[in-house]
């Protein structure tokens, strides 16, 4: 049964349209983020499903029920805010027993639905703290036992994780899943940050523009990009122009300027027509010798070389064109350095055409 | 060089103080005076000024119908503030916020007996007495700038994100009024109020025109009073004023962390 469905929402705003006919739906226990880039209409998205902000047309249900105009405080909706917004003049325990305070719910319920979501958050025997005594991860812990105390039907996050530093960062995103998980509760995230998108959701939906891009799995996100746009924000890309010059079911030709061609793969594509190839950059291979197994292969000088940890980066001219390829950081790769001659190459399957 | 410098400030910042409260400390000093005329050398120290306060009747029912108009004037005065500043801090609110501000200030421009006088023209020209609501009126006009600027500033600190928790949580807007918003401004309102207190409560200009025997405000009868003599009498009153505000301010600063003057 799907539980929470938008219909051709749409927001306007003076002069912009913030949503543009929206359409999804987030299954019963799915964990779904909303991804793109700030001004794609995420938020406001967001802010629609929670009732802050009103949808100029389409529907909203939730579970059966059309919720398109009910206000905020009947929708039981758990929301998880940016900067938290605890209650600074209430303490932990009381913050997250607001909801069912709000309820008119038994004072000994109460007391016991706060120890639940304190344990559920690991917080526990912190409920008589004010938040400023908190660190921002406690705070963060504390926004989120608040929103789940009132067994919401879903659970809003709106970048959750912004504020917190790398490490805390990651610790969360396992934090949060599991607990989304152990209470089997459906769930939106809103975030800029791929990774925390690919990490955490079991569907992502791309935004760009106040559109929907694609809403699939992270696997099929990354690897399959349905938009150019997708292809193009999702990981680090090469990104090259030209014109169309064979198209069919088996592949398609690439010409770009200067002659050079590219085997790929593309739909939609027609002959003569203007179009763009995504490459990822960890896709493209660097070596002293030919690659003969690749189509699209290139003699090229390295220019440039990023050290990243993990891997290494390094900016490569060819004839006509300039490529990054991303490279692990391990004894089985190759090293090179700025000055040194060798090939570049990537099969037919890792060069994304998209019309444009 | 440097400490020359240090100093000069230091001398200009002493200057500064005497300046400011030099008038003040020599108000404080003249009440205790046994001299009965003002001012004179000083021939000792004496409480009887203080005593002699008692002893005149329309000096305490003054300070009563003050502190009466003073509170009405400053709770309806700090009421229109939060509506008005809380309508101009809003996320997402009407445009055109930094002239309506302007507009909401305005009365500090107008000389405060020509605000006295306008309100006792409006009511003639609509048949009813002035009375003591219109002299409540009068103060509220011209204090609820001050509560604007004080409610706008607490406002301005305040993440209007904890109403929309609230909200989500099941809390309609007056519960979110009543359980966050007006908790986490109660500085600025509490402020706003004692301010807006003390300043109607030492008005005189404003009540030029619109008190009777009955509802004379304490500066009308201090008015009064030097008008016929100058004794130290009126300096012990004006001590206990300056005590009574002066405490008030110190009060809010420790208990409330409100800085009236900073």
Redesign the interface.
């Known amino acids: 049964m799907p539980e929470l469905v938008l219909s051709h929402i749409t927001r306007r705003f003076s002069g912009h349209t913030a949503v543009d006919d929206l359409s999804l739906t987030v299954r019963d226990g799915e964990f779904v983020c909303l991804l793109g880039p700030s001004g794609c209409g995420k938020t406001t998205t967001l802010r629609i499903i929670a009732g802050f902000e009103r949808a100029d047309a389409g529907r909203l249900t939730l579970d059966g029920t059309d919720i398109t105009h009910a206000p905020p405080e009947k929708r039981d909706i758990g929301l998880v805010f940016q900067s938290y917004a605890l209650f600074p003049h209430k303490t932990v325990a009381e913050n997250i027993g607001f909801g069912l305070k709000m309820r008119r719910r038994p004072r000994a319920e109460i007391a016991r639905a706060v120890e639940e979501a304190l344990a559920l958050v690991r917080l526990d025997g912190l409920g008589g703290r004010y938040p400023r005594a908190l660190s921002g991860g406690q705070q963060q812990r504390v926004a989120l036992a608040r929103a789940l105390a009132i067994r919401p039907r879903l659970l809003l996050m709106d970048e959750p994780l912004s504020n917190l530093d790398a490490q805390l960062r990651e610790e969360m995103r396992v934090e949060i899943r599991r607990i989304q998980q152990q209470l089997g509760i459906t769930a939106i995230l809103v975030t800029h940050d791929q990774s925390e998108a690919l990490a955490m959701a079991d569907r992502v939906a791309v935004m760009a523009h106040g559109r929907l891009q694609q809403m699939a799995e992270p696997a099929a996100i990354y690897e399959a990009p349905a938009t150019a746009f997708v292809g193009g924000f999702i990981g680090q890309v090469n990104t090259l122009e030209g014109q169309v010059e064979q198209a069919g079911a088996e592949g398609a030709v690439l010409s770009l300027p200067g002659g050079t061609r590219l085997a790929g793969q593309g739909e939609g594509l027609s002959a003569g027509s203007a179009a763009r190839a995504l490459v990822k950059q960890e896709r493209l291979t660097l070596s002293r010798t030919e690659p003969a197994g690749l189509p699209n292969r290139f003699p090229c000088r390295v220019t440039e070389r990023t050290y990243l940890g993990g891997s290494i980066a390094y900016r490569c001219e060819a004839a006509n064109l300039s490529l990054t390829a991303l490279l692990p950081n391990h004894p089985l790769f190759e090293r090179f350095s700025p000055g040194d001659e060798g090939w570049i190459g990537f099969s037919a399957a890792d060069c994304a055409i998209f019309p444009c | 060089m440097k400490q020359l410098c240090k100093a000069a400030g230091g001398l200009y910042l002493a200057l500064l103080y005497l300046f400011v409260a030099g008038p003040l400390l020599f108000v404080i000093a003249t009440s205790f005076n046994p001299a009965t005329s003002f001012p004179a050398p000083f021939e000792g120290l004496t409480l009887s000024w203080y005593t002699a306060i008692l002893a005149r009747p329309e000096f305490l029912s003054g300070a009563g119908v003050s502190a009466l108009v003073a509170a009405l004037a400053s709770a309806l005065a700090v009421m229109v503030a939060f509506l008005a500043a809380y309508a101009l801090s809003r996320p997402g609110g009407a445009g055109g916020r930094g002239a309506m501000a302007t507009l909401l200030a305005s009365p500090l421009l107008v000389p405060q007996v020509v605000l006295s006088l306008a309100m006792l023209q409006l009511a003639s020209a609509w048949g009813v007495g002035t009375g003591f609501w219109g002299l409540v009126a009068a103060h509220a006009v011209y204090v609820m700038p001050f509560a604007l600027r004080l409610v706008l500033t607490g406002l301005a600190r305040f993440?209007f994100?904890?109403e929309?928790?609230?909200?989500?949580?099941?809390?309609?807007w007056w519960?979110t009024w009543r359980?966050?918003t007006l908790?986490?401004l109660r500085p600025s309102l509490v402020a706003g109020f004692t301010f807006c207190f003390i300043l109607s409560f030492v008005n005189l200009p404003l009540s030029l025109f619109l008190t009777s025997p009955s509802t004379a405000t304490l500066p009308i009868v201090m008015f009064a009073y030097i008008e016929s003599r100058i004794d130290p009498m009126i300096a012990a009153v004006a001590s206990v004023i300056v005590l009574v505000a002066g405490l008030a301010t110190i009060l809010l600063d420790r208990y409330l962390h409100v800085r009236l003057v900073d």
Not at chain 2, 164 to 172: D, F, K, N, P, T
Request: hydrophobic share 40%; net charge negative.
């Open positions: 993440d994100a904890v929309e928790a609230c909200r989500s949580l099941g809390g309609g519960a359980e966050v908790p986490l």
